[in-house]
C-alpha cells in the first residue's frame, strides 16, 4: 500500500492547512534544521494511532496542536488526514474493494480524539485492526527511524519475533486468537 498524501491542519507546526501528495514512488522530504520534517513522520504515526505522548515528542496527547507563534495565536483543533492507494487490494475484509482509503484522526484541546475511515466516524481499534499485519502501524517497521536497525540487531528473541510475525502478516490472527481466549 502506498501512502498518496497527507493533509495537516493544526498540527505541531502546520498551522494552516498542508497538503503533500507522494506521487512518485520514492520521496525524500528535505529542509533546514526545525523545518517541520519530523513533525510529518509524527503525523503519520499518530493518525495510525500512536497513544504515547513521549513517542511523538511531546509531554501530552495535546502537544500536537499548534500552540502559536511570535506572529500566530495558538489553535483549538488539530487534524491530519492519511490518503493510501489501496488499489492492489491489499486490506483485507470490507475496505478491499476500494482503492483509496482515507484514515483521519482529530483533537482538541479538551484532548477528546476522534478517528475517521473513508469519512465515517470509528475506534481507534478499527484503524489499528486494519492495518495490523499489513507492516503499518504506529509502531511497526513500516517506519524506520534512528536507531531503529541497531534496536533490531540488539533486541530479544522474544521481540524479534514480533517484528517477524508483522511481516509475515500472522500477528493479526494471533491478535484474534487473544481476544477470543479472553473473553
Ligand atoms: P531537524 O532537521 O533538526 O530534525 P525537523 O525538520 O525534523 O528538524 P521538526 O522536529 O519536525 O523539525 O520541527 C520542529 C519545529 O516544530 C520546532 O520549530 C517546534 O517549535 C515546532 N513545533 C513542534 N510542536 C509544535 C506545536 N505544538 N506548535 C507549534 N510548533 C510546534
Ligand atoms: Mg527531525
Request: contains cysteine; aromatic residues 8%; hydrophobic residues 35%.
Amino acid at each position: 500500500m502506498r501512502l498518496k498524501q497527507i493533509k495537516l491542519a493544526g498540527f505541531k507546526s502546520f498551522v494552516d492547512v498542508t497538503k503533500i501528495p507522494f506521487e512518485q514512488q520514492l520521496s525524500a522530504i528535505i529542509g533546514p534544521n526545525g523545518c517541520g520534517k519530523s513533525n510529518i513522520i509524527d503525523a503519520v504515526r499518530w493518525v495510525l494511532g500512536e497513544s504515547s505522548a513521549k513517542n511523538l515528542r511531546g509531554d501530552s496527547m495535546t502537544d500536537v496542536i499548534f500552540n502559536g507563534s511570535s506572529v500566530r495565536r495558538p489553535v483549538s483543533v488539530a487534524g491530519v488526514e492519511l490518503v493510501f492507494d489501496n488499489s492492489l487490494g491489499r486490506l483485507a475484509g470490507q475496505y478491499a474493494s476500494y482503492q483509496e482509503i482515507s484514515v483521519k484522526r482529530q483533537v482538541s484541546r479538551d484532548g477528546d480524539s476522534f478517528y475517521f475511515l473513508n469519512g465515517q466516524k470509528c475506534r481507534r481499534k478499527d484503524i489499528t485492526d486494519l492495518f495490523m499485519g499489513t507492516g503499518l502501524g504506529p509502531r511497526s517497521y513500516a517506519i524506520i527511524e534512528q536507531g531503529t536497525i541497531s534496536r533490531l540487531i540488539e533486541s530479544r528473541p522474544q521481540d524479534l519475533r514480533v517484528f517477524i510475525e508483522e511481516a509475515a502478516g500472522i500477528s493479526r490472527y494471533k491478535e484474534r486468537r487473544k481476544e477470543t481466549e479472553n473473553r
